[in-house]
Antibody
């Protein structure tokens, strides 16, 4: 069974860059057929898709975050990563990594990690 | 900016049937929006239930079903169980690329 696990700092200072990594187990990122996503949830709010990456490296970013987001993949470590620059308190959220498929499904999710932006 | 709208809250009795809907600000929802539905309980990650309108994942209970209804995507729960109390989110794909989540429906089983 595929499992995803987010890791990274739980506290980031304003104006700095938020960096998270998602480690995938039970399946290979480079096997193809899937896209690897970052999704966030502000406290007590709904879900927001940040973007995704294919194993080939091609990406899609939410237009509202595009100028600040970079998603990359490291197939040798079976990981993909998120960088969000120039963060503010509005970026405080639970960040999830998830797997999406070519059937337009998002099936497996990580447990999520809370990132707080504060000085 | 595209907005996906769900009922903020619904209440259903145990054993009853309830339908949650998902509307798009761009017009009628069709199968080309590949509607997905997720269940989220407090403190947990979302769990996938339905994809591409009506397809179930292997772990999706039979009482959950997806459809298109009156220009919206719909999730129907038949024979509701107490453990179905949760927040439910829909997801629509635009242009096959951009995914937009609805605001969520808080389902109370009472």
């Amino acid at each position: 069974q595929v499992q995803l696990q987010e890791s990274g700092p739980g506290l980031v200072k304003p104006s700095q860059t938020l960096s998270l990594t998602c480690t995938v187990s039970g399946g290979s990122i480079s096997s193809g057929g899937y896209y690897w996503s970052w999704i966030r949830q502000h406290p007590g709010k709904g879900l927001e898709w940040i973007g995704y990456i294919y194993y080939s490296g091609s990406t899609y970013y939410n237009p509202s975050l595009k100028s600040r987001v970079t998603i990359s993949v490291d197939t040798s470590k079976n990981q993909f990563s998120l960088k969000l620059s120039s963060v503010t308190a509005a970026d405080t959220a639970v960040y999830y990594c998830a797997r999406g498929g070519y059937s337009y499904d998002v099936d497996y999710w990580g447990q999520g990690t809370l990132v707080t932006v504060s000085s | 900016q595209t907005v996906v709208t769900q009922e903020p809250s619904l209440t259903v009795s145990p054993g009853g049937t309830v339908t949650l809907t998902c509307a798009s600000s761009t017009g009628a929802v069709t199968s080309g929006y590949y509607p997905n539905w997720f269940q989220q309980k407090p403190g947990q990650a979302p769990r996938a239930l339905i994809y591409s309108t009506s397809n179930k994942h292997s772990w999706t209970p039979a009482r959950f079903s997806g459809s298109l209804l009156g220009g919206k995507a719909a999730l129907t729960l038949s024979g509701v169980q107490p453990e179905d109390e949760a927040e439910y989110y829909c997801l629509l794909y635009y242009g096959g690329v951009e995914g937009v989540f609805g605001g969520g429906t808080k389902l109370t089983v009472l």
